[in-house]
């Protein structure tokens, strides 16, 4: 009962996933409200919904919680969405590797995006077997960031 | 109460739909354009956003869906951000018609 400073579940690194109606100046405005908070973005992706008439922003952000305060108060319908944040090697084939090992383990990858960090790459996979996935990386010796460790590592890269 | 192609459709019938519908916020507007097209414009619940593309085609479809089988023409529904739409003193007007006929 005394490991709640670790929980795992409030260590688990989640995207803000933000409701945005297609059209001028939205991204610009979801951002600014993130600047102006002084949250900093480590990672974007804008997922297209049908018709064109809207799609939904992703963030992965140093502070969830600023962050998402934020874009409320500028009008933003906004959730959490828990995500793998894996580190990778950056070399033909690792994405093969990963992506394998979860197709045997009949893990379904719902999305799947990536950035470059110090020679490494960052994976973002949202699948709805978390828990199966989390635990065929780590048999296969992936490192799984937790949310502390994408805040401390965005930090490091950006003093460089 | 409107007529659109050749329907009969009372703004209290969609409204009450759309008053269903979980996710969606109280404020709506039906906007008739072109030459007899009705478009339903609703406001996404900020609280009921889970995050899903999934979720947002799955109200829309479903509102769609409704509305076709309760007025007899389908409609395109448009979702919109939270606080959108205008919000009038008073009675709030909820029909817009352009339509060019």
Same mark, same amino acid.
């Given at each position: 009962?005394?490991?709640?400073?670790?929980?795992?579940?409030? =260590?688990k690194?989640?995207l803000?996933?933000v409701f945005?109606?297609?059209?001028p100046?939205?991204?610009?405005k979801?951002?600014?409200?993130?600047?102006?908070?002084?949250?900093?973005?480590?990672?974007?992706?804008i997922?297209?919904?049908a018709?064109?008439?809207?799609?939904?922003?992703?963030?992965?952000?140093?502070?969830?919680?600023?962050?998402?305060?934020?874009?409320?108060?500028?009008?933003?319908?906004?959730?959490?969405?828990?995500?793998l944040?894996?580190?990778?090697?950056d070399?033909?084939?690792?994405?093969?590797?990963?992506?394998?090992?979860?197709?045997?383990? =009949?893990?379904?990858?719902?999305?799947?995006?990536g950035?470059?960090? =110090?020679?490494?790459?960052?994976?973002?996979?949202?699948?709805q077997?978390?828990?199966?996935?989390t635990a065929?990386l780590?048999?296969?010796g992936?490192?799984i960031?937790?949310?502390?460790?994408?805040?401390?590592?965005?930090?490091?890269?950006?003093c460089? | 109460?409107?007529?659109?192609?050749?329907?009969?459709?009372?703004?209290q019938?969609?409204?009450?739909?759309l008053?269903?519908?979980?996710?969606?916020?109280?404020?709506?507007?039906?906007?008739?354009?072109?030459?007899?097209?009705m478009?339903?414009?609703?406001e996404?619940?900020?609280n009921?956003?889970?995050?899903?593309i999934?979720?947002?085609?799955?109200?829309?479809?479903?509102i769609?869906?409704?509305?076709?089988?309760?007025?007899?023409?389908?409609?395109?529904?448009?979702?919109?951000?939270p606080?959108t739409?205008?919000?009038?003193?008073g009675?709030?007007?909820?029909?817009?018609?352009?339509?060019?006929?």
């Open positions: 009962m005394s490991t709640h400073l670790t929980d795992p579940i409030n =260590n690194v989640k803000l996933s945005a109606e297609n059209k100046g939205i991204l610009a979801a951002t600014e409200a993130l600047a102006e908070a002084h949250v900093n973005i480590l990672w974007f992706k997922v297209d919904g018709g064109d008439k809207y799609g939904v922003i992703r963030f992965l952000v140093d502070n969830n919680q600023e962050g998402m305060a934020a874009l409320k108060k500028s009008g933003f319908a906004v959730s959490t969405m828990p995500v944040a894996v580190i990778a090697d070399n033909p084939g690792s994405l093969f590797r990963l992506t394998a090992a979860l197709y045997e383990g =009949n893990v379904d990858v719902r999305n799947g995006s950035y470059y960090l =110090n020679q490494g790459v960052v994976l973002i996979i949202e699948t077997e978390q828990e199966a996935a065929i780590n048999k296969l992936y490192k960031l937790t949310s502390a460790e994408v805040k401390a590592l965005s930090n490091k890269c950006c460089n | 109460m409107i007529i659109v192609k050749g329907a009969n459709v009372y703004p019938q969609i409204e009450r739909i008053m269903e519908t979980e996710g969606v916020g109280r404020n709506y507007l039906i906007h008739l354009q072109g030459l007899d097209e478009i339903v414009k609703v996404l619940d900020a009921a956003f889970d995050g899903r999934s979720m947002l085609e799955g109200m829309q479809k479903n769609t869906d409704r509305i076709r089988a309760e007025v007899q023409v389908k409609p395109v529904v448009e979702l919109l951000a606080g739409l205008p919000v009038s003193e009675k709030t007007k909820r029909v817009i018609d352009n339509r060019s006929l």
